[in-house]
């Protein structure tokens, strides 16, 4: 099982939005509606931010929202602020009880 | 309040095995399946495999089929991991992580503190 692929890095500037790509195959991401997203901060466990593509848990900022189309999953972070800075990352079923995590993504606000 | 509590770091040697366990307290211990996931040194999360607390069925990564065992206590409410066979790559901090939903779902919705594994001679 392959992880999915996500960009090294992505940033921008506080009170803008950043998109992160989240591409998988049919077998995967384009396959179920299972996509969740993770936000880890340097030496913390990860936290949930989207789950079933784009549920938000209780507590998880509105400014975070997640979508799919075809193979790829996207997590947007609309109004940058400065503790977004983190790495994210996606996760998947993936099938026969599964799951892959994508490759992860460092978003630094400038 | 939900909590996953791990144990202590651990160092071991090529070849030898390592243990680790996730107590869990603030729900149904049974209600709910337990995920482990790693992560290397400077590397991303790596889905290790998943536990039926209820039953005790397991379902594993491919590739660590053979060398990964997860078991549950019910009566103390923990899940143990044990990795067999270590090698330098198994280096990690591994979670244990609360599947919020149904096993499908995959939504971690609590975490670990983790737990350092540093395997070397």
């Known amino acids: 099982q392959s992880a999915l692929t996500q960009p090294p890095s992505a940033s921008g500037s506080p009170g803008q939005s950043v998109t992160i790509s989240c591409t998988g195959t049919?077998?995967?991401?384009?396959?179920?509606?299972?996509v969740s997203w993770y936000q880890q901060h340097p030496g913390k466990a990860p936290k949930l931010m989207i789950y079933e593509v784009s549920k938000r848990p209780s507590g998880v900022p509105v400014r975070f929202s997640g979508s799919k189309s075809g193979n790829t999953a996207s997590l947007t972070v609309s109004g940058l602020q400065a503790e977004d800075e983190a790495d994210y990352y996606c996760s998947s079923y993936a099938g026969s009880n599964n799951f892959v995590f994508g490759t992860g993504t460092r978003v630094t606000v400038l | 309040q939900v909590q996953l509590v791990q144990s202590g770091a651990e160092v071991k040697k090529p070849g030898a095995s390592v243990e680790v366990f996730c107590k869990a307290s603030g729900y149904t211990f049974t209600s709910y399946y337990i995920h482990w996931v790693r992560q290397a040194p400077g590397q991303g999360l790596e889905w290790m495999g998943g536990?039926?607390?209820?039953?005790?069925?397991?379902n594993y990564a491919q590739k660590l089929q053979g060398r990964v065992t997860m078991t549950r206590d019910t009566s103390t409410s923990t899940v143990y991991m044990e990795l067999s066979s270590l090698r330098s790559e198994d280096t990690a901090v591994y979670y244990c992580?609360?599947?919020?939903?149904?096993?499908?779902?995959?939504?971690?919705?609590?975490w670990g503190q983790g737990t350092l594994v540093t395997v070397s001679s």
């Open positions: 049919s077998s995967d991401v384009g396959g179920y509606n299972y």
């Open positions: 992580a609360r599947v919020g939903s149904g096993y499908r779902y995959g939504d971690l919705d609590y």
């Open positions: 536990i039926n607390p209820s039953g005790g069925s397991t």
